[in-house]
């Protein structure tokens, strides 16, 4: 049943309400005949110009309605959103909008986006911890996302380049029962600066695991199983870090 005063918001302003998204105009290929190349170059720039004017507009109204959201959050004292009074409300929110069906949920996914920014905006660590909420907001998860892969994909250019630059010795042989003879391939001086290159994405890559994942989200056996990576990972690096500190062999 609908909310008694969001119906007489409707009942005072019935226009509000009343939009019906196929009803809207839009210029028929027909209207523009008998209009000159010049009207129509005049025409074509004045959209353009409208266009990156509103071009925000939606991403504002998306963000205003996540504040109304929240606000009926805050009001029933749901800051997860979990009761069935609050989704009733913001079902009866949607249901007024007159949205079409295939858009809705299109809609509603970008609105939660935006509430689950807001959220983290205003709640405190606190606050967010008693409700059960992550304390990073789904644009900062995303943004690690983003950071983790193009790491993992620097890594994967660093390592290649690695692999093609590191001096190795290879055996070849002139005519039958030639002596093998070793020959130095790759490039000490661009592997030199590779490695470092490396260590560095290796860096990069540790140091954006997460302690709250970890204590908060993994489970005994996951632990116990990136515990085990970990110290794999140690063990490779105080091996090199021996040859890091060791003073360089003379030749």
């Known amino acids: 049943m609908m909310n008694k005063e969001v119906a007489r918001t409707a009942a005072a302003d019935p226009a509000l309400f009343d939009v019906d998204p196929d009803s809207l105009p839009s210029i028929q290929l027909d209207d523009l005949a008998g209009e000159s190349e010049a009207q129509l170059i005049a025409r074509g720039a004045a959209y353009a110009r409208e266009y990156v004017r509103i071009a925000d507009e939606p991403t504002i109204l998306l963000k205003n309605l996540a504040a109304v959201v929240v606000a009926l959050r805050r009001e029933m004292g749901d800051w997860r959103g979990e009761t069935q009074v609050y989704r ?76 093609k630059s590191t001096p190795r010795t290879a055996k070849s042989s002139k005519g039958k029962g030639a ?70 062999s003379k030749r």
């Open 88 to 163: 009733d409300r913001v079902s009866e929110l949607y249901r007024m909008s007159n949205i079409p069906t295939d858009s809705r949920s299109r809609v509603q996914a970008a609105v939660r986006w935006h509430v689950g920014n807001l959220l983290r905006r205003t709640l405190t660590t606190r606050e967010l911890e008693k409700n059960s909420l992550l304390s990073t907001s789904p644009l900062e998860r995303l943004q690690d996302n983003r950071k983790t892969n193009a790491a993992l994909v620097r890594a994967v250019r660093v390592s290649a380049d690695v692999e």
């Open 179 to 248: 002596e093998q003879t070793e020959e130095p391939s790759g490039s000490p001086v661009k592997a030199t600066a590779d490695h470092i290159r490396l260590a560095g994405v290796a860096s990069s890559i540790v140091s954006q695991l997460d302690s709250v994942v970890i204590t908060k989200h993994m489970t005994a056996g996951q632990r116990a199983r990136l515990d085990a990576e970990l110290e794999a990972l140690q063990k490779t690096i105080t091996a090199l870090r021996k040859l890091t500190r060791k003073p360089a």
